[in-house]
């Protein structure tokens, strides 16, 4: 039995199938929000194998070229709250439409980029409709999909697809790159847009907000403040700690974000409604995605330069030796995550499937320039692909809860921005210890094994993330007592 089947306001056993017009409908509902989500978290990773051939293409220098990949989770991360809230107030499909023209137009325009400043400021604008879309996919799944079975079982696909996006986006932009042009991992999404679009009028609208007003200074301090964070930390790799610049930034996103954190205390409405986060699971389930997004994003990014900085791998084949991890999160979602919350409680669950992830990491703790891939990269990437894949299954459905349809997107957008801002924050802060690590070692230490002390110094790191999730998990995460979804927990 799942976590939500067998509550009270669950659908009887014998309750009628659905008519048929009704199941095609939710059908094409599955089909649409699952393909949205694919897309944006798809660009999320898709561009890490191509980076190579951007540089080279664009001229872009070292110290940007983070801010491909970064430029995107920040403005995706720091806008979702806002965008959330916004999708509450003036209309779920409405700003799920609008959201996805934005993120398909600036696709197109990243994708006929001349140089890499337009191409930054392309992707920039493509985190913007990526966070106006979002919520929308997440809060219009609880407004179409029942509670019971028929909603678990769409948070279970919504989890997965999550997971192996981020995969497959490595996967695809080694193929893209090679075999087309690193133009065409963002020119791929423009179809797919037009295509999400067709089948929105499958989704419901859900019932409107009770609440009207947008919480403008608290939406303002949590973007300033998630990027001074990220900015400052993505600076230390190319400076130090000790850089003006770098200490400003800590400095300001210390004052912005404890500023958003007394604002959400205080206002009348706040951004993130009090009662969103009055379940300690929910909390929960936000902090082990965020040390999870931090952890597993950096881990995409060590491999992919370990196999082309040192073992000579192209993009395609790098994308390619990601398919195991493709394998594992395909794993966990058809299996392992749904079977982790059927049969344990909860906090049980969510901290097997971090284990495992940690389990797989760890693995790679050890790799050397001489690794066998095959004994060694590719059973680690499935065990880790499966940790990951059930973890974000796990905590998906965690997060989500419980929480009043009428206020489903803020929820949603919460999640979302926990996975975005720890995924930029993972790739700025877990580079910077790769890169102190691997210059301390350069100096008595051949290149190759020098970076390679580097890539798995961060992935130690990744393993204390998830371990720390652990004991958050196990803390925060307790039977829901709420209302209409309450869960069912087993001992």
Partial sequence: MSQYEGAT???????????????????????????ARFMVVLDGTIMIVALPSIQKALKISPGNLNWVINGYSLTFGGLLLVAGRVGDVYGRKKVFTT?????????????LAPNGGSLIAFRLVQG??????TPGALSLLVATFPEGKPRTKALGIYGGVTGLASVMGLVLGGVLTTYASWRWVLLVNVPVVVAIILGV????????????????????????????????????????????????????????????????????????????????????????TLLMSTGSFATYYFLTLFMQQVLGYSALRTGLMYLPLAVGF????????PVLMARAPERIALSLALAIAAAGSGWFTFLTKDSNVWAMVMPASLITGIGLGATTVVATTIGVRGIDSSEAGIGSSLLTASSQIGGALGLAGLATVAATTTRHAAAGTALPDALVNGYTAGFKVAVALYVVGILVALVTVKPFKGGGEASAQKA
């Fill in 201 to 288: 009028n499958a989704l419901n609208e859900g019932e409107p907000a009770r609440r009207t007003r947008i919480d403008i200074p608290g939406a303002i301090t949590a973007t300033l403040g998630a990027g001074s964070l990220v900015f400052g930390v993505n600076r230390v790799s190319d400076h130090s700690w000790s850089d003006g610049t770098v200490i400003a930034c800590l400095i300001a996103a210390g004052v912005l974000l404890a500023a958003f954190a007394f604002i959400q205390r205080t206002a009348a409405e706040p951004m993130i409604p009090r009662e969103v986060l009055s379940d300690g699971g929910r909390t929960g389930a936000n902090v082990v």
């Fill in 99 to 111: 959201g996805l023209v934005l993120f398909g137009a600036a696709s197109l325009a990243g994708g």
């Fill in 128 to 133: 913007v409709g990526a966070a106006v879309a």
């Fill in 9 to 35: 306001a669950d659908p009887p056993v014998d309750a009628p199938a659905p008519a048929p017009e009704a199941g095609a409908r939710l059908g094409v509902a599955t089909m649409v929000i699952a393909l």
């Fill in 330 to 337: 395909g794993i966990a979602a058809g299996g392992v995550g």
